[in-house]
């Protein structure tokens, strides 16, 4: 079989494009809406979810993402491909209403093979966690940051492009149907595999950019409903339970200190990937005095709120029972006095998650300049130690060590 196309019939090379993506579509669509189900059962809270559970749907939604990445760089080779081969010409180019929907349909069918896994991979970029890309280049992308707001706006493209490639496929599938069981014609056979020439029409209608407009009022109109049905509204956060009191760290005060920002961040890694994740309430009581040797320079208690943890797509699954049970133990608390050392500074004491107390030591640096301190410390933890995630043991899975930074800066209010 000849590898490029002619007027009149596909190429090799052609129809192994055309039905290699017709597989992957249908692995890749079934996957996600599995997962997607799936994914709907944990965050149920009347479905009682276990590990294995959100093990399944971690794996088939990294089977989806990995496989939706293989779609775009297909499609991408696909369309690089067509654009070096002449294409067949139509067996009706009098229809000349039915050749502009089909060529429309194609030009939908090229856009959304590459709209629907970039916008999905862009999404998986921008949030934090949950189910890997199994590429070694697939967790991240140039010029896409780490935020809810734009994972939200793409996961809300993504699904609008979805759309859009399944009503494509599914006027592609009838317009095939129709040739074979209607017109009887050689059109599917062209690209069948083993397909020979066909007999060229007496006449053949030149082509035009009309099809590739019709497509961009297609997409644009898609997303013109999608904004008037409030899709693109900026993501909003579950609000914490009320149990949860504690206050902003912008809004701590010290003994003679007033902090003016700092963050509380946390680190697992889970399937292979880093998964970051920030409190964002937290109040931090502290007492300083700089000693001029080492020794005593204060005491530290800190108080955070568990329902204020924000750990991208696995958010809610981090305060079920199985892990921190945010609804039964809210908070966390650190007790420690502050000692000045050799090479920096030891915060020394107990840290208490769920109804587990453990002694820990936080070292962590100080720049004092003026009225102004800067600290900086991380902290080392094994999650099992608290009882968080002890049915899931295989570090493969999910990691045992979690790191906590810590960050801020003070400024001095006065004695």
């Known amino acids: 079989m000849p590898l490029n196309n002619t007027p009149t019939r596909y190429g090799a090379i052609s129809k192994v494009f055309h039905w290699l993506t017709a597989l992957l579509i249908l692995t890749v669509i079934p996957l ?175 082509h035009s950019a009309l099809p590739a407009l019709a497509a961009l009022i297609a997409w644009s109109g898609a997303l013109g409903i999608a904004a008037l049905s409030g899709v693109f509204a900026p993501h909003a956060a579950p609000p914490a339970p009320a149990s949860a009191t504690a206050t902003a760290p912008s809004d701590t005060t010290t003994a003679g200190w007033q902090v003016v920002e700092g963050t509380l961040a946390i680190s697992i890694t889970q399937m292979g990937s880093t998964v970051t994740g920030e409190f964002a309430d937290w109040n931090a009581d502290i007492t300083f005095d700089t000693p001029a040797a080492p020794g005593p320079a204060g005491t530290v208690e800190v108080t955070i709120s568990i329902p204020s943890l924000s750990l991208g797509g696995v958010t809610q699954q981090a305060m079920g029972p199985d892990f921190f049970d945010a609804e039964t133990f809210p908070t966390a608390r650190f007790t420690a006095d502050i000692l000045r050392t050799d090479t920096g500074y030891d915060a020394t004491g107990t840290l208490t998650i769920r109804d587990t107390t453990l002694p820990v030591t936080l070292p962590f640096d100080l720049i004092l300049q003026d009225d102004t301190a800067t600290m900086t410390g991380t902290l080392q933890l094994q999650r099992l130690d608290y009882q968080i995630g002890p049915s899931v043991t295989d570090p493969a899975s999910l990691g045992l060590d979690v790191e906590v930074d810590v960050a801020l800066t003070a400024t001095r209010s006065g004695e």
């Not at 690089?80 to 180019?93: F, I, M, Y």
């Not at 998986?124 to 706006?153: M, N, Y």
Request: charged letters at 15%; one cysteine or more.
């Open 32 to 206: 996600g809406m599995i997962a997607n189900g799936m994914a709907h059962d944990l965050n149920a809270p009347e479905i009682a979810s276990t590990q294995a559970d959100i093990q399944r749907t971690a794996l088939l939604f990294s089977m989806h993402k990995t496989t939706g990445v293989l779609i775009f760089f297909v499609a991408l080779a696909r369309i690089l491909w067509a654009c070096t081969q002449p294409k067949p010409v139509p067996l009706h180019p009098a229809r000349r209403l039915e050749t502009f929907a089909a060529e429309t349909v194609h030009w939908l069918l090229y856009g959304s093979l590459v709209l629907v896994p970039l916008s999905g991979w862009i999404h998986h970029a921008a949030t934090v966690g949950f189910a890997p890309i199994w590429w070694p280049f697939g967790q991240s992308l140039p010029l896409v940051p780490r935020d809810e707001d734009v994972s939200h706006l793409f996961a809300s493209l993504h699904m609008i492009f979805i759309r859009v490639l399944l009503l494509a496929l599914a006027l592609h599938v009838a317009g095939a149907l129709k040739h074979v069981v209607i017109d009887r014609d050689s059109t599917l056979r062209r690209m069948w595999p083993g397909g020979g020439e066909t007999e060229p029409p007496a006449t053949v209608a030149a």
